[in-house]
């Protein structure tokens, strides 16, 4: 027989609105009677570990991100700025363009192998769940698809198949979710692939303008229709991932100025958490105050070097109920209640 306190099932559909939800009982959890549990006692046990999310269609993504950026790495420097006549030009420009670069697959890098936040995978356990003394009648809900305490705002994904904090969406294009932990290098990766954009379409329109004032065939060494064809299509790469990337750049600093991911505001779920201020959520994303370590993708975020932040999950069986309520009665009632639910 079940305890009556395990009888809400599918939390992801009623997650915060468990006693609206379909088919529930009015014995069902209402949204006040959960408890958010704080971010140290869940969290990710593999974020010193190497993360890469073996997804064919991700990666695919991902190389072909780098191809891009190689090809405009190859015709600013061999059709544009080395057989430019001025060599200030070439080396400023060839400096600067360069610097970008680097920034911007240095950010593509730690989005993809940083943990976005992944919540410990199978810690649905009895053993876990008395580690972490919860006061009675507190309430943790369970993702049935990864067998997880799910903390609060967070998300199950169905490509990276964890239980992602704070997750703000999946990109294909990093291969990876968007989340707590990784947002600030994905934000650096949008900011500075805008920047190189910019920059190559300012020197597209620099050597057409001198290509026209002077002969063409001089203005590259390569022959006029390939310099052409190879400038109209930097052209258009820098055009669409100008677009693309400043558009994301500013949706991100917006959800982290609103204190409100993506997915949030996809499924209704915004007012249901205190929000931070927008400079404090900035500084929160960004590891810390304002300096120029912001716009490094080489410096880490603060909370992830916090020790008590990696906690050892205990090991044993999967309780199988979604919706975890910790009995108002005695530690006896307790016991049953988990055994309740393991057999
Ligand atoms: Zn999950
Ligand atoms: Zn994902």
Redesign the pocket.
Known sequence: MRSPVHRCRDTERGRGQAGAASGMGSNCLQPEQRIPISKDVITASSASAMWF?KDACGIVCAVITWLLVVYAEFVVMFVMLLPAKDLTYSIINGIVFNFLAFLALASHLRAMCTD?GAVPKGNATREYIESLHLKPGQVVYKCPKCCSIKPDRAHH?S??K?C?RK?DH?CPWVN??VGENNQKYFVLFTMYIALVSLHCLVMVVFHFLYCFEDDWTKCSSFSPPATVILLILLCFEGLLFLIFTSVMFGTQVHSICTDETGIERLKGETGKWKKVPCWEAMQVAFGGPFSLSWCSPFTGLSCKKNPEDHVTVPLGKIIEEDVIEIPLSDHSNMEESFLNTTH
């Open positions: 999310i976005p994904c490509v990276c964890r992602i997750m999946h990876n979710c």
